[in-house]
């Protein structure tokens, strides 16, 4: 366990290829290393159901690059800008960007033609991560409803956890809390959009879009049906869990896979979400799961619900239920090693963001504010 310093703000401003270039000549060299290990797991069978070589990785990698650029050309220059800066190819700073998600897009190259499934192992239980939920309004102190949620992974993680304070030329500013390389994963931006992600393994990857650039298009929204439709009209290329929740108390989760989602809207409990599906429509489509990481992400799901049950809920109660020891905050231990490398909790209403580096168990929270 460790205990961290203040958090690591990166101020960005500017276009996008700006934006993009600050990053990367920042933290050139912590990216370069965290490519260099993300693009040799994307090849490991352990993770992604198949054994390929670097070049095959970055090839797969490079195919969907055109959907990145259909998607949102502005973030693609971002990007490109972090490419120039840290002379990573677009390939590897995409397979940084979207890791979880790239190795759904590889473990269903290893599917039969008939849909037969090749592997014998289960998705790897380092990709299997975070506790998010939303408090509606009315559950809230002064009916202002929060976002929140911890983020798990492999312990190596920890150390490359940012926030990005961004002010983009012709869009919202934002925060995210998000990891070096990585264009953001949790965030709010001044329109008052709260948007934040839990892993899902699909067996359905397809060559199309990563989750980071889809939060990052959410953050560029002004209101929420444009935000849902970030995440509902892109092509996704893995599987992830996207909780929305605004200034208005509007909130959604969604199970969203690549070949399908369901939508949950928020109403009069709070929402929690963790990592398996909870549907019937997205499970048809889920990768089969390691029985420890099912146990774990049923655990969390139930302590996150008997916490957020009560009424007169205040910003204290969230800050303690990252750090519950029960369930939620995860420490690393062999064979697995995933911990609870931070957190984040958003009050749209306010615009108040509040941060915490490492598990929260462990370490303090920092409060940051967006002005409208």
């Known amino acids: 366990m ?28 912590a990216i370069h290393h965290f490519a260099e290990e993300r693009v040799k797991l994307s090849g490991d069978e352990a993770w992604s159901g198949r054994n390929m070589d670097r070049a095959d990785v970055l090839a797969l990698a490079e195919k969907c690059l055109d959907e990145h650029r259909h998607y949102s050309p502005k973030l693609v220059q971002e990007l490109q800008g972090m490419a120039d800066a840290t002379k990573l190819s677009m390939a590897e700073l995409l397979i940084v960007n979207g890791f979880t998600d790239f190795i759904d897009t590889v473990y269903a190259l290893s599917l039969k033609p008939d849909g037969g499934d090749t592997v014998k192992t289960p998705a790897h239980a380092g990709a299997d991560n975070c506790t998010v939920f939303t408090v509606p309004d009315h559950k809230a102190r002064d009916n202002k409803g929060f976002y929140g949620q911890t983020w798990d992974m492999h312990d190596t993680a920890t150390p490359h956890v940012i926030l990005i304070h961004g002010k983009p030329s012709h869009a919202p500013e934002f925060f995210t809390f998000t990891t070096v390389g990585c264009v953001g994963m949790i965030g709010m931006n001044s329109e008052g959009i709260a948007v934040g992600i839990n892993n899902l393994t699909g067996a359905d990857g397809q060559i199309g879009v990563m989750w980071p650039l ?159």
């Open 214 to 372: 889809v939060v990052r298009k959410v953050l560029e929204q002004d209101n929420m049906d444009d935000a849902l439709e970030c995440i509902t009209k892109a092509k996704l290329a893995g599987a992830h869990n996207y909780m929305l929740f605004d200034k208005h108390g509007r909130g959604y989760n969604i199970e969203a896979m690549s070949s399908t989602y369901h939508i949950t809207e928020l109403k009069d409990e709070a929402l929690v979400h963790t990592n398996h599906c909870t549907v019937a429509q997205t499970r048809t489509v889920e990768r089969k799961r390691d029985p420890v990481a099912q146990a774990s992400s049923e655990a969390r799901l139930n302590q996150g619900q008997r916490l957020l049950a009560k009424n007169d809920i205040v910003i204290e109660d969230l800050q303690a239920l990252t750090r519950d020891p029960e369930a939620i905050c995860v420490t690393g231990k062999p064979p697995r090693f995933v911990e609870t490398c931070g957190a984040a909790i958003m009050r749209p209403a306010t615009l108040e963001f509040w941060m915490c580096w490492g598990l929260p168990s462990e370490n303090e929270y920092e409060h940051f504010k967006l002005t409208s």
């Open 2 to 29: 460790t205990k961290y310093p203040r958090i690591r703000v990166l101020e960005l401003s500017g276009s996008h290829y700006d934006m993009g270039y600050q990053h990367g000549i920042t933290y050139a060299e």
